[in-house]
């Protein structure tokens, strides 16, 4: 008799055992697949003021709140919520006018934001510093082969840090073997304009001038649901 409750205890246990090792194997199955399933490589790196160029205080430079109107475009709206299904922005900045800013290329030239009017704008701000964005330029090089030949699409990768000079900036791209638009921000007022807290940031911005998404962190930009998310705005 106590032979038998004995080996009815153990199957138990046993029994117990197994269940808890199922459970246990698909939770962390689940959690691995959902790992995988997300477009987000790391999180942004807060920047600081020893590192990136401070621009006089102003308060103009601040985020403005102004708004474009209520009406958005189908197009827009359809890729922005795309976007928003497969990591949703917690940005402020959301369904406000992006702020008006002008950069420099690598030979020196000009480039401001109203020239890309009417153009979907990819907004990469990043740094020389910064192991998380230099991670990210493979995706950014696969997004941009993928949509450069748009006539409404626009990419801009913008190095915000003093270190970014031309030759720095010009060398990281041929080792990278990168051909998107690279620019650097001389006068230091992006970041301040944009009130970046860390890099990578990008901003998504619509044929109107909104911004519509945006991204703290390094992100997958060369996955197919990314860039199908985007075409639907072009």
Not at 19 to 45: C, K, Q, T
């Amino acid at each position: 008799m106590q032979r038998a409750r004995r080996s009815i205890a153990i199957n138990r246990a046993v029994g117990f055992g197994l269940l808890a090792f199922a459970i246990g194997f698909g939770l962390a199955h689940r959690w691995i697949d959902r790992e995988r399933a997300s477009p987000l490589i790391a999180p942004a790196v807060p920047i600081s003021s020893v590192r990136v160029q401070t621009a006089p205080p102003a308060a103009e430079l601040s985020l403005s709140t102004e708004t474009i109107d209520k009406t958005i475009d189908e197009r827009d709206r359809a890729g922005a919520q795309a976007l928003a299904a497969l990591l949703p922005s917690d940005n402020k900045a959301l369904g406000i006018r992006a702020p008006e800013f002008s950069v420099d290329d690598l030979e020196g030239k000009p480039l401001s934001l109203s020239a890309l009017k009417g153009k979907v704008l990819v907004l990469n701000l990043w740094a020389t510093w910064c192991g998380i964005c230099q991670q990210e330029m493979p995706a950014l090089d696969r997004l941009y082969s993928q949509l450069k030949d748009r006539d409404d699409f626009a990419m801009l990768a913008v190095c915000i840090d003093y270190e970014g000079d031309q030759s720095k900036v010009a060398s990281l791209m041929e080792k990278g073997g990168y051909h998107f638009p690279v620019m650097i921000d001389p006068s230091g007022k992006l970041g301040d304009t944009y009130g970046l807290h860390g890099v990578p940031t990008t901003y998504v911005i619509d044929h109107s001038g909104r911004i519509v998404w945006s991204v703290a962190g390094g992100f997958d930009w060369s996955r197919p649901e990314v860039i199908r998310a985007l075409a639907m705005m072009l």
